[in-house]
Structures are given as C-alpha cells and as structure tokens.
C-alpha cells in the first residue's frame, strides 16, 4: 500500500497561535495593526490554499451552487441602493476576503431580486471554484485578498486608473472587524459600517470614534480627522446619505 500522509494542523490551531502571538490592541491604531498583522495574514493564506488544494469544491455543480445562493439574504435596501448608485453613475466593486468572485456574482444575482444591475458591479476576490464550474465574467476579478490592507491596497490600484473628478467620494462599506483599515484610512474617505452590534461598529465605539447614523443625513467625510465613521441597517439610508 501507500505511504499515509500527514495530517496538517487545524486552520483554527493556527489562527489561534499566530493570535496569541500578537499584542492585543489597546487603541483603534493597535486593533488597525493587529486586523492587518502579516502573521494572521498568513494563516488565512494558508487555509484557503489548504481547502483550495483538498479538492473540495471540484465535485461542485452549478445548479446546485445556484440553489445555496437563492438561500443567502442581502442586507435590506441593497436594490435601491445599486440602482440609485448606477444612476447617479457612481461604480459597486464588491470586494470579499477568501472567497470567490464567481460565488459573489451568483449570490448578486440569484437572490438580490435585482439582477439587472450586477452586470455592471466588479466582484474582486481570490477564486477557490474551479474554472467553468460557474460562467465567467470579464468582471470577475480572481485576486489576493486575505486581509483588510489588502482590500485598501486594491482600492488604490483602482483609483489610479478613474480620473481625479470622479473620485471627491471614496466609499468602504463593511461590516467586518477585519475591515477597520479601509473603514478608516486612505484611499477610503468616506467609511460606512454595516450594522450596528457585532460589527467592527464595535470596535470604533470601543475606542471613542463616533459612529453617525446614515439616517441622519451627510455630515461631512470621515476618518482620523473627522473622528467619525457612519453606520446604517438599511442601504436605503446610505443612498440618501450619499445622493440626498
């Protein structure tokens, strides 16, 4: 017979290793630094390549892909957000750690109930489906995103290519406490948090930043200077924000 292969270590035995390894943040710049530490990077590398590698996903079929994605629920307000977006010209680049470019399209349009609007929305992300399991698209865009610094990297690549009249209002949305740099830092200047309890909503509130509803209307950019990030539940709150 042939030789046994070694099992490799958990993800989570990792992450939780590489975790206690680094200092725990006593400031919004330290939960920045941490959300961004290269070693906890490197644990997400490793665990996509690792589910990337067992084959998981080879078996995979699109139709049944398509059911998994008729189940996901979009944040409420996301149809008339794109589609004020879109008409006031304004570009969506979705852009998700570890997932798949593909997987974020399906979702847009399986269960957004406003299909129209995803052939003009970039999907960025690393691609863990294998090629022709679901349609490409020339806006599918399989990239290394496995952090939040990633993510503000990749934000600047992008501008670099619009030019400067179209770039008064960089927006960031999320709700992940990975996020914190491009909720808060540059190219972004204009961060919005998703929710308001178990978000990086959080994370900003813990540390004295002041999260203004969406609803109340525009109250000028935000970030250090500003001390202030907004927050919403609704998208219909962030297109009137954004196009009172």
Not at 17 to 43: K, M
Not at 89 to 101: D, F, R, Y
Not at 121 to 141: F, K, Q, T
Request: net charge negative; glycine share 12%.
């Amino acid at each position: 017979g042939g030789q046994s292969q070694p099992l490799q270590p958990d993800a989570g035995g990792r992450g939780e290793a590489a975790a206690a390894a680094v200092p725990a943040p006593s400031s919004l710049a330290g939960a920045i630094e941490y959300a961004t530490d290269a070693s906890l990077r490197g644990v997400e590398v490793w665990s996509f390549n690792w589910v990337k590698d067992m084959g998981l996903f080879e078996t995979a079929q699109a139709d049944e892909l398509v059911k998994y994605a008729r189940n996901q629920t979009l944040r409420d307000g996301w149809c008339a957000f794109a589609r004020q977006a879109h008409k006031k010209g304004a570009h969506i680049s979705v852009v998700s750690l570890n997932w798949s470019p593909s997987w974020v399209r399906l979702v847009l349009q399986e269960a957004s109930g406003c299909p129209e609007v995803v052939s003009r929305i970039d999907a960025y992300s690393p691609e863990i489906l294998p090629r022709g399991v679901l349609p490409a698209s020339p806006l599918n865009h399989g990239v290394p995103l496995f952090s939040g610094g990633d993510k503000s990297m990749l934000i600047a690549g992008i501008l670099g290519r619009i030019p400067a009249a179209r770039k008064k209002k960089v927006v960031f949305v999320s709700d992940g406490g990975a996020d914190l740099q491009p909720l808060w830092g540059a190219p972004t200047n204009v961060g919005i948090v998703a929710g308001y309890d178990g978000s990086a909503a959080e994370t900003f509130t813990q540390y004295g930043v002041d999260v203004q509803n969406a609803s109340e209307g525009w109250k000028g950019f935000t970030g250090e200077k500003a001390n202030a990030v907004y927050g919403f539940e609704d998208w219909v709150d962030v297109a009137s924000l954004l196009w009172p």
